[in-house]
């Protein structure tokens, strides 16, 4: 049994060892064709960095005079960003007093002018006086009015009249002034006299009429409503004395109670009869 242990024992140790070996070297070749492929990709980029070697050199002069340039102007910018920055500290303290002396200072000079302002007034009316300064402002209410009449009667007249007389030129050397003058001589009195009698008469008695009517009606229409509604209240407390006669005789089945009480009495007087 020793022996075949030991045997089993041995061919497994080999298997694993030969697993071993045969991942080592699949883990090599992997290795060595990445190495490889990287070699490739460093000699392309070589020959690509050649080329560009020999556009870069005329720029590299021109870079390096604006980069010295650059590099002072950072140094000194370092140095004053932290002057700035104790002097904001100072200052935000003032601002703040500085405010408060302003809220108060609004207050005084609000009361100062209101005084001011009435001395003045006082003066200027007592001069306005003597010096006829009233006259100058009452020219001027007129020179408003005067500019928006005349815009009115701008050239709007002067066409008018021009253009009928042109009219009425060519109109006499045609045979129309005939028609006009008889027409107009008939209608205008015939319509005058008509009109003025039949309007007068139609207008008084309508209302008249009408003011008699509305005040009747309405006293009569409220009388008849109250008593319509006190018929309405005795028909409905009918209405309900008939339904609950009606709920406590029938049961669900739609057999009366009374005939269902006579019924189990008669029942029981018949059995003990029978016995």
Do not use: W, Y
Not at 260 to 275: C, D, E, P, R, S
């Amino acid at each position: 049994m020793r022996r075949v242990l030991c045997l089993d024992g041995r061919s497994k140790r080999k298997k694993k060892e030969k697993k071993k070996e045969k991942k080592e070297k699949e883990k090599e070749k992997k290795e060595k064709k990445k190495k490889k492929k990287k070699k490739k990709k460093k000699k392309k980029k070589k020959k690509k960095k050649k080329k560009k070697k020999k556009k870069k050199k005329k720029k590299k002069k021109k870079k390096k005079k604006k980069k010295k340039k650059k590099k002072k102007k950072k140094k000194k910018k370092k140095k004053k960003k932290k002057k700035k920055k104790k002097k904001k500290k100072k200052k935000k303290k003032k601002k703040k007093k500085k405010k408060k002396k302003k809220k108060k200072k609004k207050k005084k000079k609000k009361k100062k002018k209101k005084k001011k302002k009435k001395k003045k007034k006082k003066k200027k009316k007592k001069k306005k006086k003597k010096k006829k300064k009233k006259k100058k402002k009452k020219k001027k209410k007129k020179k408003k009015k005067k500019k928006k009449k005349k815009k009115k009667k701008k050239k709007k007249k002067k066409k008018k009249k021009k253009k009928k007389k042109k009219k009425k030129k060519k109109k006499k050397k045609k045979k129309k002034k005939k028609k006009k003058k008889k027409k107009k001589k008939k209608k205008k009195k015939k319509k005058k006299k008509k009109k003025k009698k039949k309007k007068k008469k139609k207008k008084k008695k309508k209302k008249k009429k009408k003011k008699k009517k509305k005040k009747k009606k309405k006293k009569k229409k409220k009388k008849k409503k109250k008593k319509k509604k006190k018929k309405k209240k005795k028909k409905k407390k009918k209405k309900k004395k008939k339904k609950k006669k009606k709920k406590n005789v029938q049961d669900a089945r739609g057999v009366t109670k009374v005939s269902a009480l006579i019924n189990t009495q008669l029942n029981t007087l018949t059995q003990g009869f029978q016995l």
